[in-house]
């Protein structure tokens, strides 16, 4: 059974920071294109960020400037470092492993990220 272990979420005043981790198997992250997702409350899911294998990045417009996204091919993690947060970045964030030909599709169980005074 894949596993997606995600990390790092929790409370944070507006205009703070947080980093999110994503850890699965070697044989998923080698092949993965991997990505964070947030579901806000009421809302639909939404692609945050990705990573492809070779590093390229793509965001979100509406976290482009605050957010980064890494990946470590040794510790088969994936990182989303989150800064000036707001409001509106409070939701569950989800990490996401894809197989680039669509063979496979996995996601993570969720971490809360609240932003609030």
């Known amino acids: 059974q894949v596993q997606l272990v995600e990390s790092g979420g929790g409370l944070v005043q507006p205009g703070g920071s947080l980093r999110l981790s994503c850890a699965t198997s070697?044989?998923?992250?080698?092949?993965?294109?991997m990505g964070w997702y947030r579901q806000a409350t009421g809302k639909q899911r939404e692609l945050v960020a990705t990573?492809?294998?070779?590093?390229?990045?793509m965001f979100a417009d509406s976290v482009k400037g605050r957010f980064l996204i890494s990946r470590d091919n040794v510790k088969n993690t994936v990182y989303l470092q989150m800064n000036s947060l707001n409001s509106e970045d409070t939701a569950v964030y989800y990490c996401?492993?894809?197989?680039?030909?669509?063979?496979?599709?996995?996601w993570g169980q969720g971490t809360q990220v609240t932003v609030s005074s």
């Open positions: 990573i492809t294998t070779g590093g390229a990045t």
């Open positions: 070697a044989n998923i992250f080698s092949f993965a294109r």
């Open positions: 996401n492993a894809y197989h680039p030909y669509g063979f496979w599709d996995y």
